[in-house]
């Protein structure tokens, strides 16, 4: 077990390793050390009462026994204070709390799974979760990898934290696109047997940095599916991040993908203005229904139906999320290793940038830039 360090070894530092612990009694502080050492963190514990008020107002996170509550009321108010309650019977806890300005008053080993969580959210610093969008595509073909692709780069590009997460085992691979393929970074194989909480600053560290973004990809092997737990601790992973998070899906959703649609946010489905195209993408659009509440269509022009993109999305039973024309040249940069969305003045990117400026908020307020 880690050795916590104290007041005294933490009025020595320029900042806060972990949390506080403040408490007399051993059974309980032997449990929150236990709890920290299982998220990964050193934490600090008080000795003498109160603690210093350089440890109490620069803990990430403040752990207060009932047992000395009484005592630790007179302390600066501060966010991140929890109250652990010793006995289930005592009503007066729920008073004491009050007075402390605890946001919590919680019970082990009840509580063990949850304060665990906050104790990780607190050391990494987590923040708001970031925006999820899925991309998928209304028949194959339809273009839903090259706007995934386009939308991670261009908020890239104005600043945001960005990932891009490509879920669709048989699309190529987005590193491919990005033409980063023979980076170095992990693939999902490798994170094919992650479950449980993963860091999120580890975990970005890890996947290849490509045009200012994280991208989590395939690689070339025989690989084509992971477990769903897999998906659910990665994409929990990347949310917490903060900023953007582009997932790839494809038509077809197995258990991973489905996972993946469970955590999107915002869904944009891709339909070129096709007859057999609206047709196929029907069907696509009610089962992404099923998951997923905000779907909205994106329409591919020019078409050979003759209707506009706001009766194509009608038609589905979908808002319009605009129309999509055509890029010159894409293909030929794709071939070179030009990412879609990369021509700043081009549809795609003109396209993405109108629609991140409406559902994501602007770089200055967000946690931008840094991966």
Do not use: Y
């Amino acid at each position: 077990m880690q050795t916590p360090t104290t007041d005294s070894d933490f009025a020595d530092r320029a900042g806060p390793s972990g949390p506080l612990i403040v408490t007399e009694d051993t059974a309980l502080a032997e449990q929150l050390v236990r709890l920290c050492t299982a998220a990964g963190v050193e934490p600090q514990l008080a000795r003498g009462m109160p603690p210093a008020r350089t440890s109490w107002e620069n803990a990430p996170l403040v752990l207060v026994g009932d047992d000395v509550a009484e005592r630790c009321t007179g302390l600066a108010r501060r966010p991140g204070v929890l109250l652990l309650g010793l006995d289930l019977d005592d009503g007066a806890v729920w008073v004491r709390a009050v007075r402390l300005g605890a946001e919590h008053v919680i019970f082990l080993p009840d509580a063990q799974p949850w304060l665990l969580d906050r104790i990780s959210d607190a050391v990494e610093g987590v923040g708001p979760p970031a925006l999820t969008v899925g991309v998928l595509g209304g028949r194959g073909g339809a273009g839903a990898s090259t706007l995934a692709c386009a939308l991670a780069v261009t908020a890239a590009r104005s600043g945001h934290r960005t990932m891009l997460v490509d879920a669709d085992p048989l699309g190529g691979g987005l590193d491919v696109l990005l033409g980063g393929e023979t980076s170095d970074g992990v693939r999902w194989p490798d994170l094919a047997g992650s479950r449980g909480r993963l860091s999120s600053a580890e975990l970005a560290k890890a996947l290849p940095e490509l045009h200012r973004l994280s991208a989590l990809s395939w690689d070339r092997s025989d690989c084509l599916t992971i477990p769903p737990e897999a998906m659910q601790s990665v994409l929990a992973a990347a949310r917490r991040r903060g900023g953007l998070v582009v997932v790839d899906l494809p038509r077809h959703l197995d258990a991973a993908a489905a996972e993946a649609l469970e955590q999107v946010d915002t869904g944009l489905l891709v339909v070129p203005a096709e007859l057999r195209a609206l047709a196929a993408t029907g069907r696509v659009a009610a089962a992404a229904r099923m998951r997923l509440a905000d779907l909205r269509a994106v329409v591919r022009v020019p078409g050979t139906i003759g209707l506009s993109a706001d009766e194509i999305a009608r038609n589905l039973r979908l808002p319009c999320a605009g129309e999509l024309p055509s890029e010159p040249g894409l293909g030929q940069d794709v071939e070179r290793g030009t990412p879609p969305g990369v021509r700043e003045q081009g549809p795609l990117a003109r396209f993405c940038s109108s629609f991140l400026t409406e559902v994501m908020p602007p770089v200055a307020a967000a946690e931008g830039g840094a991966l």
